[in-house]
């Protein structure tokens, strides 16, 4: 169901704003910062250290869960708390963390490498940035396949849970 037309209007005004695109994942993106020069990392190879992207999930969307082999940092910008949950590769338990500045709420979460995450807008819209390092690249972004052994280990209620972030709406 897309958002009410109010909702529509101010995140599509920040889409136009930050000059964001559709992102694989879900959502909407621009990278804002690529450090130079890159880095040599004994399994990455040449990177930047660290890379930036302004990342918006309006009501509706989701990022699908997925992967990177680098560190991931999600700061709050503004808007609603973000949903952001992660699967560990050495658990069967999916953790839920709430971003925003609600007493309620934190204002970043750090994500570690090769960990599976996803998130959501728990209200109208919620904008975010999202620091990598080693920087970002294509190539590493791996998506969680709904038939994986690793999808067939979690406990029923896990299933259910995270179904919603394996395919795109």
Known sequence: MPPPESV????KELILRLNLVAHPEGGHFREIYRSSPELSHPL???R????????????????????????????????DPLELLTLPPDSSTVHTQSLSLLESGISFFSVPPGTWQAA?????YSLVLCT?????????????????PRIQSLSDDQKHRIAPYLEKI
């Open 132 to 148: 990598v390092s080693p920087g970002f690249s294509f190539s590493d972004l791996e998506f969680l396949n709904p038939s994986a």
């Open 120 to 124: 959501r807008s728990s209200g109208d």
């Open 44 to 46: 990455l190879g040449l």
């Open 8 to 11: 529509r209007q101010t995140a």
């Open 48 to 79: 930047p250290g660290a890379t930036i992207i302004h990342y918006l999930l309006q009501k509706g969307e989701r990022s699908l869960f997925h992967r990177i082999l680098s560190e991931e940092v999600w700061q709050f910008v503004m808007g």
